[in-house]
């Protein structure tokens, strides 16, 4: 059974940073693709980035790029998302997913709780 298990978020304020996790279990997590999503209030969930199975390819949602990092420790079944630069149009629940790469979709209709981040002005 997949879970997935967010942590991390927390108030920050506006060019803070924060590093969000992402525990996984019950899949084969080195095998895939993971991804962050978030999703703002009143706003439908949008990517943010994805990682390859091994690490070496990221991509990332135009508006983030330069200030977010993902990366992966496959021995911990564990998924990052280095925040920097944070402003407030980043407030939202973070979330993880196995991934599409290409297609910048989550493979499962299943979500965690979610971390919340909000950044103040």
């Known amino acids: 059974q997949l879970q997935l298990v967010e942590s991390g978020g927390g108030l920050v304020q506006a060019g803070g940073s924060l590093r969000l996790s992402c525990a996984a279990s019950?899949?084969?997590?080195?095998?895939?693709?993971m991804g962050w999503f978030r999703q703002a209030p009143g706003k439908e969930r949008e990517f943010v980035g994805a990682?390859?199975?091994?690490?070496?390819?990221?991509v990332y949602l135009d508006s983030v790029k330069g200030r977010f990092t993902i990366s992966r420790d496959n021995a911990k079944t564990t998924l990052y998302l280095q925040m920097n630069t944070l402003k407030p149009e980043d407030t939202a629940g973070y979330y993880c997913?196995?991934?599409?790469?290409?297609?910048?979709?989550?493979?499962?209709?299943?979500w965690g709780q979610g971390t919340q981040v909000t950044v103040s002005s």
């Open positions: 990682i390859d199975w091994s690490g070496v390819r990221t």
């Open positions: 997913n196995y991934v599409d790469f290409g297609r910048r979709r989550p493979l499962y209709d299943y």
């Open positions: 019950g899949g084969i997590f080195s095998n895939y693709n």
